[in-house]
């Protein structure tokens, strides 16, 4: 009887962890499945023209320049707004606040502005800085709604970043008569900085990616933006516009395949910044 | 604001002393090391740190303003519509045929909920599994492997699910099924992968904060790999898993690019899982570029119950996060 | 300071300078509402070596922290009674934690190199407060490891990580760094606990170096120790737990080894509990 039991024992064993199996392969599978579809249907796409000339005709046939250079630079202001005012806001949840009302009202907020769908962002962004502040259709306007999206992703990395950095570390720098902000400056920040700089990267090529909020606070014209105040359409934009109107799918793969290229690269780079930072302090 | 004291470790607000050099001259000693008078606080320091730590939280409350801002601003032009169809007619009406005057958004809701319900029946438990394999499972090279996918799959953007959806998946579904590939079932598989890093992520997280005592315990009894995740890993991080659940619907549910490009968008209840449905997100892509007048005002309105709904998933975790604590 | 203590510096003006460098008056401890340690009234000796000592959890580390406010970093902790150092009160009106503690040096456990060079490690104080000039602060580097018995280990790689060195020459590198900030007192808690024995060695030499000009406070659970390094030494007890620690007994290192008055001090120190 008892040996019965063990061999069903072993069986349900065998059969739920192929089971745990087969969901991380599935995963993978799912992912495997876009990249080499998306790769081999975009690669032929990708030529010179394509990155380098602007569009033309009505089916945009071309280049889609405008668009990377739209996106580059929404991406790219963007993440000068929210970097710093997050990173600050990060120190103060990880090394100045104390735990009480305020704390809980910032993070319940954080997290709140963290799982507000971005098709509300956008619409938030029409209203606010669009239509209200009178940016109309704008690099900056779509920014400035990216950044309340981004904000709270990267307060939550750096916060983490932060609160890794050993306390005796800290201790060392306040035994030396070191302020709170000489300790923070000089010896926390600069440990987390790797760590910061991941979160950071990771976070521009959410940016990079957006559509919802980006649509309806910088437009779909195709434009290369010189000053904040242009309009213009980025690689989302582009890619979203061309695929429900059918127009010119070639490119569309094209544009697809650039942006998997993008959030590969941004996590390449963040994982090579983690890894020579582990390695440095190993 | 909050508390000053730990400005300088100090418990109380230091008195100031304007002038320092008052301190400094303090009788010095006969003989061995000289005997230096204790330094106070200058305005100057107190000053700059108070100032540097209002700053930060200045910084940190841009993230309350921005939850406020959207509040008002996305509800300054949506509220108009609840007065003027009533909110429960809005929520409760059937129809929505705005260029008619319909305005009742159940079908939306509805058709957003079945589309969130499929996707975490297929996306949790695919999402959970590969979370006990990272954390339980798999081995170092595997997981080396596995975790990146994990989040590459986070980082690829919505309109790439949603073209990957439309090019190969849609087609796929057509010839297996019949009809056009658009509707809910091709809706829950792109939106099942989306969800799979957000809870995969977080669902690993729990598990590895389950103490390394408890595996080692619930082995040494004689119990396999599986009996110890069943019964005593996926319990104890339970909390944590549900959690990570929520997440995962906020997501899905706000999912909007992906869903737009595969849903086919009719503003009716589906018959089946073959026929276009329209959602609270896509309802607003759709609409957008032509809405005016009271139509515009109620996509305003969708937005509002759009940023209710993602309120009320983070306060759900709140609480749950809250009473788990308190089980233990 | 106690008549007995004040006695004994007379009969033995040669250990230290004869005087008191910190004088602890009816100390009491919290955190929050729990009373830690209560009616401490110690005095500890210029230039001379004191430690404390006790069962782990006895709370002499929380009093060394308290010499140099450490504790303040920790909310919710609050202090009663007088501590003078040098006859000024370090809780008193407006005055600066920052500056006291650039005076009162602390080494930990953990040697805690910050994650930057060896040279930069060192200058990290000096640079604090205003140093720029790299000749002044090239001087004060190498006296700074000269004096922590690290120069001739180091000089050649200054440059490097200091988390690349040894557990003991971290800790070395811990104690330049404190001395090139030239504080008057230099607690050590446990200092030698984590760092293997041939530095465990060097370490004691050099805290006999440094008397000469420095304080020394040194909290350690090794009593061999604590004969071999000290002057004075404090035992502390708690004797239940939840209750409050007490200073048992305080004296001449060499009278408390050889001759406890205190009952709890000799089961302590014969090894009976602990």
Known sequence: ?282 | MANDADLTGHDAAPEMCADPSSAAAAPQPPKHSARRALTKITRGTYLKEAALKNLFLLCAFVAVAGVALIFIFVGIKGWPIFGKVGIFDFLGGATWFPTKGHFGILPLIINSLLAMTGALVLGGPLAVGTAVFLSEVASPRARALVRPAVELLAGIPSVVYGFFGLVLLRPIIADLFGGLGFGLLTVWLILAVMIVPTIATLTEDALNSVPEGIREASYSMGATKWQTIWRVLLPAAKIGIIDAIILGMGRAIGETMAVVMVAGNASVIPADVLKPFLTLTTVIVMDMPYASGDHRTALFGVAIILFVISMIFVAAIRVISRFGKRVG | MSERLASLLQDQASVGSGRDKFEVKKLDFFYDKFNALTDITVGIAEHAVTAFIGPSGCGKSTFLRCLNRMNDLIPGTRVEGQILLDGQEIHGPGVDPVDLRRRVGMIFQQPNPFPMSIYDNVAYGPRLHGMRKKSELDGIVEESLKRANLWKEVKDILGRGGLTLSGGQQQRLCIARVLAVEPDVLLMDEPCSAIDPTSVQKVEDLMAELKDRITIVIVTHNMQQAARVSDFTAFFLQEMAGEPAHLIEFERTAALFTSPKDKRTEDYITGRFG
Not at chain 1, 128 to 143: K, Q, T, W, Y
């Open chain 1, 1 to 282: 009887m008892q040996s019965q039991e063990r061999v069903n024992k072993n069986v349900t064993n065998g059969i739920a962890l192929a089971v745990i199996w087969l969901a991380a392969i599935a995963t993978v599978g799912a992912l495997g499945t876009i990249l080499v579809y998306v790769f081999v249907n975009g690669i032929g796409q990708l030529t010179p023209t394509f990155i380098f000339t602007n569009p033309h005709g009505v089916l945009m046939e071309g280049g889609i320049w405008p668009t990377i250079q739209a996106t580059l630079y929404v991406t790219a202001l963007a993440m000068l707004i929210t970097t710093p005012i997050a990173v600050l806001a990060a120190v103060y949840l990880a090394e100045y606040a104390v735990q009480g009302r305020l704390v809980q009202t910032i993070r319940f907020a954080a997290d709140s502005l963290a799982s507000v769908p971005s098709i509300v962002m956008g619409l938030f962004g029409l209203s606010l800085f669009v239509e209200g502040l009178g940016m109309r259709l704008s690099a900056i306007a779509a920014a400035l709604s990216l950044a309340f999206l981004l904000l709270p992703i990267i307060v939550r990395t750096t916060e983490e970043s932060i609160r890794a950095v050993p306390k005796y570390i800290r201790w060392g720098s306040y035994g030396l008569g070191a302020s709170k902000w000489q300790t923070v400056s000089r010896i926390v920040l600069p440990s987390a900085l790797p760590r910061i700089t991941t979160g950071v990267i990771l976070a521009a090529g959410r940016a990079a990616g957006e559509t919802a909020v980006v649509i309806y606070t910088m437009g779909t014209m195709i434009n290369a933006p010189v000053s904040p105040m242009d309009p213009g359409r980025t690689m989302p934009v582009d890619l979203m516009l061309k695929a429900q109107e059918g127009i010119n799918v070639p490119s569309a793969y094209g544009t697809a395949m650039l942006l998997v290229l993008m959030v590969l690269a941004f996590n390449l780079v963040a994982r090579w910044i983690g890894r020579r930072n582990r390695r440095m302090q190993g």
